[in-house]
């Protein structure tokens, strides 16, 4: 028997569905690209003492070639061990990536390090049927807790309909989604599914769309009811294709009364500013839309174009968090596993930018004041 998320200690589950600030933790190395577990540590205890809910380690963030490069136990251990002297138990959420075989192996080792959850990478899953794929994670759910996951397209994920999702929230120990696919129809697709599965009271929403955090974090999503299951349904189109009727929503999944929400984020966006962005959750979760919140809707969508290097399709993303962590005196370079990835042209002075047209979606101070003490 695995691990169910009813096993979780007292209070994750709560702060989980409550809606929280967790990173897409990066990696630190060494000038030679070995790991630099002192600052790896360091990034972990920043994080936390920024007021973020949880830590996502072993994601896109922190290189899927830690797994080749032999640092991914180490890596997720470092994490796990940062974490275990906190006075509120933070929600550990590891990546598993590959298909079945692969994704059970990096689940178990999760969970033999403490981790709640693991975040389901279908990347590997290109070209196979939706039957398959939720197969697959029925396998992983048996392991232990998961935590959707809809990567765009763009950097390797795979489109996934309103149909698949219904059938993803139906799997008991589904806790959580990250919805990233940096597309507007997509993410509606992922909370049509969940509403129309009745899951919205077990599965929380959280946003990973960098590109429109705040919105996402505002937008009170009262779609309509699901049709009869003759009708068919959902943006994706059609009833479940193992014949599963469309279950009745219920009125906290839609039904007009109580609209879902996306109530947190497992952001690449926020390892970087992470004070600024526990202050900016704060002040979106559950709140109507003002003219000033929209404001910053777009300030940091700005923000992270210039830290995600859009303007070349991503090419610089991993290297532009690190680059913002290393003038922070985090990292002590921005180096990589792959020697071919760094800063694209220009993407240095776009940070530079943005850094200063925003200073209050800035950390720089609060880092500064408590650095020495996170790489003692």
Not at 70 to 78: N, T
Not at 126 to 134: F, Q
Request: hydrophobic share 45%; aromatic share 6%; net charge negative.
């Amino acid at each position: 028997m695995g691990l169910r998320w009813q096993d979780w200690p007292g209070g994750v589950r709560a702060r989980l569905m409550a809606g929280c600030v967790i990173p897409a933790h990066p990696l630190a190395l060494h000038r030679d690209r070995t790991l630099d577990a002192r600052r790896q540590t360091a990034l972990s205890r920043y994080y936390l003492d920024a007021g973020a809910g949880g830590l996502a380690v072993g994601v896109h963030t922190t290189q899927f070639a830690i797994r080749e490069a032999g640092l991914h136990d180490m890596v997720l251990r470092l994490a796990a061990d940062a974490a275990a002297g906190q006075r509120e138990t933070p929600i550990l959420v590891a990546g598993a990536i590959g298909r079945t075989e692969q994704a059970l192996r990096e689940a178990r080792v999760a969970r033999g390090l403490g981790y709640h959850a693991v975040l389901l990478s279908l990347a590997a899953w290109k070209g196979a049927s939706e039957d398959e794929m939720v197969a697959h994670c029925r396998a992983v759910a048996e392991e232990m807790p998961v935590f959707g996951f809809y990567l765009q397209p763009a950097v390797g994920g795979v489109p996934l309909s309103a149909a698949f999702w219904r059938r993803f929230a139906g799997i008991g120990n589904v806790v959580a989604i990250k919805i990233a696919p940096f597309n507007r129809y997509a993410t509606l697709d992922v909370v049509r599914g969940v509403m129309e599965a009745g899951a919205a009271d077990r599965i929380a929403l959280y946003t990973g769309n960098d590109d429109h955090i705040v919105a996402d974090l505002l937008t009170p999503f009262a779609l309509a009811g699901a049709p009869s299951p003759a009708g068919g349904g959902g943006l994706g189109g059609g009833g479940l294709s193992d014949g599963t009727p469309t279950p009745d929503p219920s009125p906290a999944s839609g039904g007009g009364e109580a609209p879902l929400r996306i109530v947190g984020g497992l952001l690449g966006h926020w390892s970087v500013w992470t004070r600024a962005a526990v202050e900016l959750h704060a002040r979106c979760r559950g709140a109507d839309a003002s003219p000033d919140l929209l404001a910053l809707d777009a300030q940091v969508t700005e923000m992270n174009a210039a830290v995600f290097d859009v303007a070349h399709g991503f090419r610089g993303v991993i290297a532009g968090c690190h680059e913002v962590l290393r003038r922070q005196g985090l990292l002590e370079g921005i180096w990589c596993l792959d020697p071919d990835e760094g800063l694209s042209p220009g993407q240095a002075e776009l940070i530079d930018a943005v850094a200063r047209r925003y200073p209050h979606l800035t950390d720089d101070a609060f880092v500064r004041d408590n650095l020495h003490r996170w790489l003692s």
